[in-house]
């Protein structure tokens, strides 16, 4: 893993994003073995820590914040350049509020977290790992410009999205609640309602652009070097980021409480 360098071909980065789901993936198992194994804490920070590093680096393409672009302000490659710098800045402001709650989830919870379906937090968890493996692909294709490839796994992503906000809003939280962990009951209900709430609501806004970026690219609005597409993937690997972190911090770390 340490030896994998980025590369801008794009037969190649279609392979990379496959190789990159499986470190994914088996990172998810381990996290989980460790979990019901060990319990360190340690080690979930690690490998969430890694997981979050594969995501960042590869699929929303931070490499590029480092891409030379021409000197005319015109140019694509220049305005592209810029807009991803923005982006970047709005997710960096972003993830501040993400962190406010995770350290509210350790002041409040301390090393205990909510008595929550451990089946149904993995099963959620690999949904949207899942779905971030299909915008990879979707995005990787429209810069081969495969556009009917690019529309098939945006509509992929949507559905497990969408299954993944359902999971969470509909299930999960009905089962909390069943459990009587509410937001006023308890600190681990709070923390719970919060955190997912927070998540929940810019998983929404990502199935909002989805699917806006799909219709435009049904309509053919979209070519190779289409910005927008690269701006829907970063923001939707972006709550995929966050997820990493909520998982372990909520299901995980700790023992479990009412």
């Known amino acids: 893993m340490g030896t994998m360098v980025h590369t801008h071909d794009n037969k190649s980065m279609l392979s990379q994003g496959i190789l990159i789901f499986i470190y994914l993936a088996i990172l998810t198992a381990l996290e989980f073995f460790v979990a019901i194994t060990f319990n360190s804490v340690v080690l979930l920070v690690v490998v969430a820590l890694v997981k979050a590093a594969l995501v960042i680096y590869y699929y929303m393409h931070v490499y590029k914040l480092n891409l030379e672009s021409e000197v005319d302000d015109a140019s694509y490659d220049f305005k592209a ?3 991803r710098l923005g982006l970047w800045l709005f997710l960096i402001s972003d993830a501040f509020v993400f962190a406010g709650l995770m350290v509210v989830r350790i002041n409040l919870l301390g090393l205990s977290r909510p008595e929550l379906n451990q089946t149904l937090g993995l099963a959620v968890t690999t949904v949207l790992l899942v779905s971030s493996f299909f915008m990879n692909r979707g995005e990787t294709l429209m810069r081969n410009g495969d556009r009917q490839g690019f529309l098939k796994n945006i509509a992929l992503t949507f559905i497990l999205g969408l299954g993944f ?3 969470v809003v509909l299930v999960e939280w009905r089962l909390a609640i069943h459990e009587g962990i509410t937001p006023s009951g308890s600190t681990a209900g709070a923390a719970f309602f919060m955190m997912t709430g927070m998540h929940a609501f810019h998983v ?11 219709i435009n690219g049904r309509r053919g609005l979209y070519d190779v070097k289409s910005y927008p597409v690269e ?6 690997h972006f709550v995929d980021v966050v997820w990493i972190f909520f998982y372990p911090a909520l299901y995980l770390i700790g023992t479990a409480v009412h």
Do not use: S
């Open 165 to 167: 906000l359902l999971g």
């Open 81 to 83: 350049g810029t807009n």
């Open 204 to 214: 929404f806004t990502g199935l909002i652009l989805l699917a806006i970026v799909w």
């Open 231 to 236: 701006a829907a993937a970063v923001y939707w």
